[in-house]
């Protein structure tokens, strides 16, 4: 038996997650103390592995409650899915380890490229690899190819958006300002056409955006206000 602090030590999950496992019925623990304390046992350990393969998986945690209670539901397909997962994240970090290897030897002949833009464009192409899944990497190239001159002008557009958000809090406009909602609706309008509006896409940019320090070469501690900005500007307050 395994006391929740104890299992939480020592398999990196909080005691907090725990907890949460249990309020919803996802993990609920086989046994208890005398005094009403958890108390997890080796199944119980085996079923948080499964719900944490699942999680990594990209479901959510409701919808790792529905495939632990379906009928085909076997601990092996989950191990399967899992590495059939890591599969496709090697062959793409591969894929981009030829990337950078080309861009290198392109690079070592073009003397008018700096280093700093060598370094943004490494930043950008292991950075793909961290937040986005095969497929949305795919599902990107496809849409950037079928869209290209499109995606350029969305990229060329960026900065000047950033500018005129930037010199609407700077004047102190309040979000709820039809002019700064509309800068607002503009902002939504270039994610969407970078995203394709697929919202699992637009959570990596997000996470992405609210976990590096700098991204393309923007410094993220100047944008992270500006995207809290627009976030009020969007919820009216």
């Known amino acids: 038996m395994w006391k929740v602090g104890e299992l939480a030590r020592r398999s990196g999950v909080t005691v907090r997650t725990l907890h949460h496992y249990h309020d919803i019925g996802l993990l609920v623990p086989s046994g208890s103390t005398g005094a009403g304390h958890r108390l997890y046992t080796d199944a119980d350990l085996a079923k948080l592995q499964q719900i944490l393969v699942l999680r990594?998986?990209?479901?959510?945690?409701?919808?790792?409650?529905?495939?632990?209670?379906?009928?085909?539901?076997?601990?092996?397909?989950?191990?399967?899915?899992?590495?059939?997962?890591?599969?496709?994240?090697?062959?793409?970090?591969?894929?981009?380890?030829?990337?950078?290897?080309?861009?290198?030897?392109?690079?070592?002949?073009?003397?008018?490229?700096?280093?700093?833009?060598?370094?943004?464009?490494?930043?950008?192409?292991?950075?793909?690899d961290k937040y986005y899944t095969p497929?949305?990497?795919?599902?990107?190239q496809e849409r950037y190819s079928a869209n290209i001159d499109r995606i350029k002008e969305v990229e060329a557009e960026w900065p000047r958006l950033m500018a005129a958000v930037q010199a609407e809090m700077d004047k102190g406009t309040p979000p709820t300002d039809p002019a700064v909602q509309a800068l607002a609706q503009k902002w939504d309008g270039l994610v969407s056409e970078f995203t394709g509006g697929d919202p699992n896409l637009q959570a990596s940019l997000k996470k992405?955006?609210?976990?590096?320090?700098?991204?393309?070469?923007?410094?993220?501690?100047?944008?992270?206000?500006m995207m809290e900005y627009v976030q009020r500007a969007r919820t009216g307050e």
Do not use: H
């Open 56 to 128: 990594q998986l990209g479901l959510t945690l409701e919808q790792v409650g529905e495939y632990l209670t379906r009928d085909d539901y076997s601990p092996r397909a989950v191990i399967e899915l899992r590495l059939q997962q890591l599969r496709e994240q090697i062959a793409t970090a591969d894929r981009l380890r030829v990337q950078l290897e080309g861009l290198s030897r392109l690079l070592d002949r073009a003397e008018i490229v700096s280093a700093e833009q060598f370094l943004q464009t490494i930043e950008a192409l292991t950075m793909i």
């Open 135 to 140: 497929e949305q990497l795919a599902n990107m």
């Open 208 to 225: 992405m955006y609210e976990s590096e320090p700098t991204v393309a070469g923007m410094d993220m501690g100047k944008m992270r206000p």
